[in-house]
């Protein structure tokens, strides 16, 4: 198959930075690619790819994902896509995108993404994100009246003493029967980790995510990896409430380190990370995983792909991570407005071609 590739990198600020663990995020980098079949007898179907990295999770960072583009070149075939290097996981999953929905379109009847009966799976949930510090009680009461109750609360931001006596407030404010998911980006040591869980078990909180050892594994020795797993699964032990891995869950290797120790928490998958999703949820399927899928701040060229991905998801059904948009300043590039329940249809009304020319 003869392909006509092209790609366009952005760096597109936030409408609002966010902040983390991590530090002040204020806008994002990644790169989109747009791949088209140009055999003679192809189909002309054009496929949609994001390169969306995170470095500090341990990804490639936007200069090598735009650096491997270039050396692509404009005409290439399957064969040269699929030498990319493994390292540039990113990159490979955008460009498996691109070319898995080439292949869908050229299935002369292709079958629906829910079959008619299956309506129940036809939608999500969605969790609401909600702002470090004491912002974030003025944004519960507007985000409760629009229908949401799983919310996720950037914490491990401030003192924790400060952050531990604000999280009475938090829980107080939510309605009944509402579900707290704590973001803690990594950013406690154990002794912290252990005051919050704590706390947390007397209180509606689903889960912790990633409460400590949020270094990539990527190019660590391997003892501190195992210092770091040896850490997160003696938490998950001791305490009540869930873990779920984060930034301890990067890649496909990073997966299949944590199922082979027997994981007993949540994994939160960003889809955007993974080379190949669809390999990695088999896996977690058949490991009877619970899995809260999330976005990576991607475009809305990347969240169609993410949100097609969780769709796919055979499992048990938890709210998405994707209460996020509107996101960026410039709304051609948002995904789909959050909302309480997003629908498989909602990602029609995603348009891809608009955040493309919005780079242009």
Known sequence: MSLHVQYRRYRLPFRHPVRTAHGVWAEREGVIVRVQDKSESGSGAVGWGEAAPIPWFGTETADEIEAACRELGERCDVARLESVPQRLGCLRH??????????????????????????????????????????????????????????????????????????SDVCGALPSGARLRLDANGAWDRRQAERWLDRCADAPVEFVEQPAGAEPAAGRPASSVSREMDLLLGLAADFPTPIALDESLVGERDLERWLGAGWPGVYVVKPSLLADPAAALSRLERARAAVVFSSALETAVGAWTALRTAFAWGGERRALGFGVWPLFADPRCNGPMAAPFIRVRDLDHLDREAAWTALS
């Open 94 to 167: 955008a460009l498996n995108a691109a070319q898995a929905e080439i292949g869908a379109a050229a299935v002369e009847h292709p079958a629906p993404a829910v079959a008619p009966e299956a309506s129940a799976r036809d939608y999500f949930g969605v969790a609401a994100l909600l702002p470090a510090g004491r912002a974030v009680l003025e944004r519960i009461p507007p985000l409760v009246e629009a229908g949401f109750r799983v919310f996720k609360w950037k914490v491990g931001v401030g003192d924790v003493a400060d952050e531990l006596a604000l999280f």
